[in-house]
């Protein structure tokens, strides 16, 4: 165990990052936009895709993908990081503020836990605190780079969380259950941390 | 985060004290060269906690001035060996790997931590039949897969028949090739080679990038409740877990690994 860095002899930067005070630790930028994912890349037809809020007593507000368009939408363009240590700036996308969709939700009567569990085709699951995904902080994109987003990058509908490494950031998203107390979600059960902040390198359970 | 944790519901319980994975000293104890650009690194790892094959490790490269790097490689070596082995393709351009594979020696540090990641994971409990598909560098993980398979009882191995099908540009990028040749028949894994950019006079294996046609001939009919792993380039990964589903995989059985290579 070491708790002060080894120094690597010989190994200096390549290049100094163009925007240092953007890259968190242990990060470098791309310029590419790697596919990561655990397993096949679901393909929702849109007239079968749904967003829901749920909460723990049966109440819940659902979105079908039209009624879901008509949300009113922004077009945030922020800087995103992997938990595989790439990072890139200054991207664009479409979609609705969380804030919205939970305004809604809270409106149809649908209790507000301190935690939410974001659900995926596929199986996915995330988990993040309320605060995390209210006051303009997170999205559900259906927009990248002026076109709609492809599946493997999370289309029809992916979450958004940059503040967050982007495993939070679900794709093919289709929901958000309330939790009253934190859980962990597919990545947090298998060592992944539960929050996931990058300026912290919240990468793994027991990081600080 | 243990090497025992499993993708169930049970690791919850071991959550409540979660342990940090501390930044290690490992030292260089080999290298090998696999193919031109490629080198696989055997570290000694103090105090290192086993891992299941398919997992990965971060590594840490800190210069003199405090500027860091961190890039994630996966494992190579089974969990029956002491030694933990990277494989690493150098990229030219790139800012970690030419480091790793021209300037570290035997004797050399590095700064690893993990193991890490608890999915793309396979051992002889999880049955199969198991197809492991790899493009390019993805075979490193499906190989830690492929050792623990040769390494377990032959009666295991009956109950589990394995596949391989690798992609590769040209012969002389196979990594592991004499290997896989003598695992083929010592551990009876059938091993299926396809070259996408040109292949000796002589070669029987395929010759095209991996198709539908491929994985109907290769893989196993969908009602054997086969698990699949595909490791290697977006564009490989994508078409070919498309591919297992649209053939009738259940899709919870396909694992996927996806990346371009790190530099």
């Known amino acids: ?208 | 985060m243990s090497s025992a944790t499993k993708a169930t519901p049970e690791v919850t319980s071991a959550r409540s004290t979660p342990v940090r994975l501390e930044w290690r000293v490992a030292k260089v104890k080999a290298v090998r060269d696999e193919t031109r650009h490629v080198r696989t690194l055997v570290l000694d790892v103090p105090e290192w906690p086993g891992h299941r094959p398919g997992q990965h490790v971060d590594v840490r490269l800190v210069a003199e001035d405090g500027y860091q790097a961190q890039r994630s490689y996966s494992i190579a070596s089974p969990p029956e060996v002491p030694s933990v082995e990277l494989t690493i393709e150098r990229l030219d351009d790139g800012e970690v790997s030419p480091y790793l594979c021209d300037m570290l020696a035997p004797g050399a540090g590095l700064e690893v931590r993990g193991p890490i990641g608890g999915y793309f994971v396979w051992d002889v409990s999880l049955g199969g039949p198991l197809l492991l598909v790899a493009g390019g560098s993805g075979i490193v993980p499906l190989m830690a897969m492929l050792r623990h398979y040769a390494a377990a009882d032959a009666a295991s191995r009956a109950t589990v028949p394995a596949r391989l099908l690798y992609s590769a540009r040209s012969a002389d990028d196979v990594i592991y090739r004499d290997e896989l040749a003598r695992l083929a028949t010592a551990a009876e894994i059938d091993v299926r080679f396809t070259l996408t950019r040109g292949a000796p006079p002589q070669w029987s294996g395929y010759r095209r990038r991996i198709d539908r046609a491929m994985l109907a001939e290769v893989g196993w009919p969908p009602p054997t409740g086969a698990q699949s792993y595909v490791c290697g380039p977006t564009p490989l990964v994508e078409s070919v877990a498309n591919i297992l589903v649209e053939l009738g995989h259940d899709p919870s059985h396909v694992r996927t690994e996806r990346f371009g290579p790190t530099g």
Request: hydrophobic fraction near 35%; include cysteine.
């Open chain 1, 1 to 208: 165990m070491s708790d002060s860095p080894f120094i690597a002899r010989g190994f200096h930067a390549k290049r100094a990052p163009a925007k240092p005070d953007r890259l968190p630790p242990g990060q470098y930028e791309t310029r590419d936009f790697p596919v990561l994912s655990a397993g096949p890349t679901p393909h929702t037809p849109l007239a079968k895709w749904s967003f829901t809020i749920e909460d723990w007593a049966g109440h819940s507000l659902r979105w079908s993908w039209d009624e879901f368009q008509a949300l009113p939408h922004q077009t945030p363009t922020v800087d995103i990081h992997c938990v595989t240590k790439w990072s890139k700036f200054d991207t664009k996308w479409e979609g609705v503020s969380l804030d919205t969709l939970l305004d809604a939700a809270r409106a149809a009567g649908v209790v507000e836990g301190d935690h939410v569990m974001a659900f995926s085709d596929g199986g996915y699951t995330t988990n993040l605190p309320l605060a995390d995904v209210r006051g303009g902080k997170a999205w559900v994109a259906y927009g990248y780079d002026g076109a709609p987003l492809p599946a493997e990058h999370g289309g029809p509908a992916r979450l958004l969380v940059p503040h967050l490494y982007f495993w939070k950031s679900a794709k093919w998203v289709r929901g958000l259950r309330m939790l009253q107390g934190d859980e962990p979600g597919f990545w947090e059960q298998l060592g992944y941390h539960d929050r996931g902040d990058p300026w912290r390198e919240q990468r793994y359970q027991g990081d600080p």
